[in-house]
């Protein structure tokens, strides 16, 4: 199997290749790209030095599957130039995430919409992602009605210029306007504010929770409002969901739903003080979920709080699952 990252420089491409070395995938070639910045740089990989090349040359590499991690407007670019030649794309950015034509994927939810003839893949946004797992068994079992989240998202999220903020910030150092990520320090803060303000008040990041979370689970009656919010936490998201459920459920039944799900660790043990957290969840490729209670204010209401790495199955590990499930499935061309 030949591989490509296109950004494998970044955060998220970094992790990429700690995990796709883990799962241990028979890759023959491994194509390493980046901006022109970059080109030329050396990269230590399971004992083999590989000199990152240009988008260009990854795209003359031929290979079966390219994995772009560099951002919406390096996918738009250059994701159909890889597509054009037969090779699977699976694309971190949001860029294709809505196109209908473009399936959406957490390999263990809907990994079944994957086929030979849709060589352009999106892999969902981190939060949303995290959500997915403990979510669907529960709306396959009681339909799910109503969603209320409020994330807490690391600023991993945003990439290498957002780490840059928050140590210059925690170093005591002010950070010029041009060099941040955000409006405001990141350091000892919390910015209800990811991604973009968009016309309706809400930001892109609450937008993607509510149409990604209704393409993956293809159900677009579920009603769905969200808070994100931006920690300074190094690396994992959490958030607080609240659902109401059409049926109602008995939470013994709730938790071995949640136990039986490929990818979810109930840690829920509220009297020895046992719930997920960030920092237990770095460097773990699972969702963890806890404070599994009921919500007492409506009929059929549970509240939970899930934590994951977004490095990890927010990003890169979802996607070398998708680039595993295509080789399990036989949907590579070779
Ligand atoms: P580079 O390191 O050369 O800038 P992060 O999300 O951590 O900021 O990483 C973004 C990744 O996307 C990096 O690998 C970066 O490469 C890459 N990248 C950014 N712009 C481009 C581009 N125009 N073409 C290819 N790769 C790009």
Redesign the pocket.
Known sequence: MKIAI????????QVMLKVLAEFDLPISTLVL???P??VGNIIHWQGTDYTVCS?EDAIASKPDIAIF???SS?SKKYAKAFTAIGSFVIDNSSCWRMDPTVPLVVPEVNGSVLSKDELLIANPNCSTMQMMLPLKPLHDTYGIKRLVISTYQSFTGT???AVRQYETEKEGHQVSENDRAYPHPIFANCLPHCGDFEENAYTTEEIKLVNETRKILNAPEIQITATAVRVPVFGGHSESVNIEFENDFRITEVLALLDAFPGVQIMDDIENNHYPTPLQAHDKNDVFVGRIRRDHSIKKGLNMWIVSDNLRKGAATNTVQIAKYLLDNKLLKH
């Open positions: 296109v950004g494998a420089t970044g955060l998220v491409g790209a980046a901006s910045r970059s988008v991690s560099a951002g390096t990439g290498s210029v």
